[in-house]
């Protein structure tokens, strides 16, 4: 089931799913974990997928991403074809259009928090990743942490980092879909810290419409 926050415009839409259908291939048996599923998400949108437990929601997500490829149907995503390009194709595709916040921190225990939300900001092709990452951190309230370690964040800290290495996509400033765990939410179980992150999102998405 989607949720939407408001009523979708007229254009052409950033993400398109059409007759999604995502079998997996047991010993004795097939199991359709998504069959048929099609929907339209709308540049400026936000949009949230819930059901219960084990109904395909993380599934879904990683077909919309181009981490995995349906059995049958298309996701058409800013223009692309994702089902159709290969593997290399589809990881430059996201690294400019796609951001995720993990429900784990997914922060590379050696690197700073400044070096790891300049990391995906350099593979990116960002312009200045360092004064982009030191302004991202800063947005959040991590200005003064800037040289810790992951362990030397509170786990609050640790969740306002991780997303903004997936906020920004690069050089390229169009609209792009962000993703967080479904049915948890982005702040693992904390409402504030949820409502938090969400905003950085919205936030980021208005910057690029």
């Known amino acids: 089931m989607l949720f939407r926050s408001h009523k979708p415009d007229n254009v052409s839409p950033m993400l398109k799913v059409s ?7 047991l010993e004795t048996d097939t199991l359709t974990i998504l069959q048929g ?5 709308n540049r400026g949108e936000s949009v949230a997928i819930v059901g219960r437990s084990g109904s395909g929601k993380t599934t879904l997500l990683g077909l919309l991403a181009g981490l995995d490829t349906p059995s049958d149907g298309t996701v058409e995503l800013d223009g692309s074809v994702i ?10 595709l996201r690294s400019r259009r796609v951001g995720f916040v993990f429900q784990s921190f997914q922060l590379l225990p050696a690197l700073t928090a400044l070096e790891n939300v300049m990391l995906p900001l350099e593979l990116g092709g960002f312009d200045s ?9 800063e947005r959040v309230g991590l200005g003064e942490r800037l040289s810790h370690t992951p ?3 509170s786990g609050g800290e640790q969740q306002r980092e ?4 997936s906020s920004d996509g690069g ?3 169009r609209p792009q879909p962000c993703a967080g765990r479904p049915h948890t939410g982005f702040g693992n179980g904390d409402p ?7 905003e950085i999102g919205r936030a980021s998405c208005r910057e690029r419409v």
Do not use: M
């Open 19 to 25: 007759n999604l259908t995502h079998k997996v291939s």
């Open 37 to 41: 599923v099609s929907l339209e998400i």
């Open 83 to 92: 089902s159709k390009l290969s593997e290399d194709e589809r990881a430059k």
């Open 129 to 137: 990743p360092k004064a982009k990452a030191k302004e991202l951190l």
């Open 151 to 153: 362990r030397q964040l």
């Open 162 to 165: 991780q997303p903004q290495g």
């Open 171 to 173: 050089h390229d400033h």
């Open 192 to 198: 504030v810290l949820d409502q938090f992150i969400q």
